[in-house]
């Protein structure tokens, strides 16, 4: 298995741009992560998914973010507009219920 | 103004000594509990898990310590080595429920070789 796959790897974006991050769970993976890590505030929980339907977005931080997981296999998270005080690195991860998560590599997003 | 960092607490050890990284848990409902592993530029990895009904549990040059009476959580590394050096994570949780886990703030580690 090739792990969770995010996309881009890297994303530098002009404040006000729409930015859109990808994910591909392990497939299998009934539930889906979408954490933001920063040095002020370390790792937090954006919003999670368990098969494909949102269950707590109360991490979110604000309207500006939105997330979707279409299907299994796919999962976006969307920041519209962007901001500087977006720039993080986001993190998805994938798991099976009651097991550790496996994290993708990462977007490290830079809003200028 | 200046910026503020998240300032992670820092385990320097010489390479071949055993580092033990601590860890105090919030949740006395939690009952599952996860080390993860980030290195600079990737996402965390896992290492180590343990269940409540444990106080120890051991992998491949890693043990983990549960002491649920202070909740308390450590992660012992043996022989440490270069490539151990990396930010460890705690994390919590009720297994088989809907709760996510939470992350504690992590520890550096940094061998000296």
């Known amino acids: 298995d090739a792990g969770v796959i995010q996309s881009p790897r890297h994303e530098v974006t002009e404040m006000g741009q729409e930015v859109t991050l990808r994910c591909k769970p392990i497939s299998g993976h009934d539930y889906l992560f979408w954490y933001r890590q920063t040095m002020m505030r370390g790792l937090e929980l954006l919003i999670y998914?368990?098969?494909?339907?949102?269950?707590?977005d109360s991490g979110m931080p604000e309207d500006r973010f939105s997330a979707k997981m279409p299907n299994a296999s796919f999962s976006t998270l969307k920041i519209q507009p962007s901001e500087p005080r977006d720039s993080a690195v986001y993190f998805c991860a994938s798991t099976n219920t009651g097991f550790g998560y496996t994290f993708g590599s990462g977007t490290r997003l830079t809003v200028v | 103004g200046e910026s503020v960092g998240l300032h992670l607490p820092t385990l320097s050890v010489q390479e071949g000594d055993n580092s033990i990284i601590n860890c105090a848990y919030s949740?006395?409902?939690?009952?599952?509990f996860i080390w993860y592993k980030q290195e600079s530029g990737k996402g965390p990895q896992f290492i180590i898990d343990i269940r409540s009904n444990m106080d120890k549990r051991q992998g491949q040059r890693v043990t983990v310590l549960l002491n649920k009476t202070v909740k308390h959580l450590s992660l012992q590394i043996a022989a440490t080595q270069p490539g151990d050096s990396a930010v460890y994570f705690c994390?919590?949780?009720?297994?088989?429920?809907?709760?996510?886990?939470?992350f504690g703030k992590g520890t550096r580690l940094s061998v000296i070789a």
């Open positions: 949740n006395s409902a939690s009952d599952y």
């Open positions: 994390a919590e949780n009720k297994r088989g429920g809907n709760t996510p886990l939470v």
């Open positions: 998914f368990n098969n494909n339907v949102p269950i707590d």
